[in-house]
């Protein structure tokens, strides 16, 4: 019996990965109508849907999902096979767009498991703290970016929920009790963070303190530089977890009040259509996403 092309199954999944025939299309250098034309050819060839195709979207059959993962699982041995048996290829770079909190406080402190897993591959992380509306680079393979609940973003995938809470120095309730109401926090100077400026705003407004003047205390550029701050008992930032996380396991910063007033955003990872090296990317998005999977 013969078996369906390799450049089919890639087609596959490619599109079944995406979720969609033009990403699909983008990837594999071919047209859309190529890509819907070949998925076709798979599926009566196979004799069984793989593909629900809705007005403006796609998504798998239980099939199409399981074959996804097959195919999937195939064509990455595939690729690790040729890259062992050749290494003689050039390494491939991928670039990596994030802010500098989940570069320095999140990845950096794993990228050895990235490079003894894959030493073909070059990492290159390119950080800006930018909010929550982000836009790629020309020149960006990944990007992990930012975005508040509820908001949908194309051709991204959901990486894991931060956890936004007021966090301090301990110097700062040494002899006393952390803080019990949200109106408590204007005892205290706030620090503010350039590009995260609708943080307290967001904070104030969720907890019902829309009448409250907020202070605009100390304004810091970058999340590492209010870190500092917080641990040297300057005031009161907006941390997130799990970045800050060993920050509160070392005692060096405390979540300033004795009751959960948290603020929630989700961050996303989204392969750029433009890279270079799929495959190479595809890698480091999976990596990354096992390590989003372990928090």
């Given amino acids: 019996m013969r078996r369906p092309r390799l450049n089919i199954l890639r087609t596959f999944e490619a599109a079944g990965r995406r979720l969609s025939f033009s990403l699909a299309a983008d990837d594999m250098k071919i047209s859309q109508a190529a890509v819907s034309q070949q998925m076709r050819q798979l599926e009566a060839y196979l004799s069984t849907p793989l593909f629900v195709r809705h007005h403006r979207r796609l998504s798998l059959t239980s099939t199409g999902q399981a074959y996804l993962e097959a195919v999937h699982e195939a064509l990455d041995r595939l690729d690790s096979v040729t890259d062992r048996l050749f290494p003689g290829r050039q390494n491939q770079t991928v670039t990596l767009r994030c802010t500098s909190v989940v570069a320095t406080l999140w990845l950096a402190p794993q990228l050895g498991s990235l490079q003894k897993l894959h030493p ?5 992380i390119n950080t ?3 909010g929550y509306d982000s836009r790629s680079s020309p020149t960006t393979d990944l990007e992990i970016f930012i975005q508040r609940q509820g908001a949908s973003s194309v051709s991204a995938q959901k990486l894991l929920t931060s956890t936004i809470t007021p966090v301090c120095s301990p110097d700062l309730f ?23 400026d609708d943080d307290w705003h967001r904070w104030f407004r969720t907890y019902r303190l829309n009448e409250v003047s907020i202070p605009r205390g100390l304004s810091v550029d970058g999340s590492l530089i209010a870190i500092e701050a917080a641990q040297r008992g300057d005031g009161i930032m907006l941390g997130r977890r799990p970045f800050i996380d060993r920050h509160l396991q070392s005692g060096e910063l405390v979540e300033a009040f004795e009751k959960p007033f948290h603020l929630y955003a989700d ?12 495959r190479a990317s595809s890698i480091v998005a999976k990596w990354i996403t096992e390590l989003a999977a372990r928090e």
């Avoid at 073909?120 to 290159?124: K, N």
């Avoid at 803080?179 to 350039?194: A, K, M, S, T, Y």
Wanted: net charge positive.
């Fill in 128 to 130: 800006l703290d930018q």
């Fill in 174 to 196: 040494a002899g006393r009790q952390r803080l019990n109401e949200p109106v408590d926090v204007l005892r205290h100077q706030l620090i503010h963070v350039l590009g995260y």
């Fill in 267 to 278: 961050y996303f990872l989204r392969l750029s259509t433009r890279s270079t090296g799929q």
């Fill in 120 to 124: 073909d591959i070059d990492l290159r």
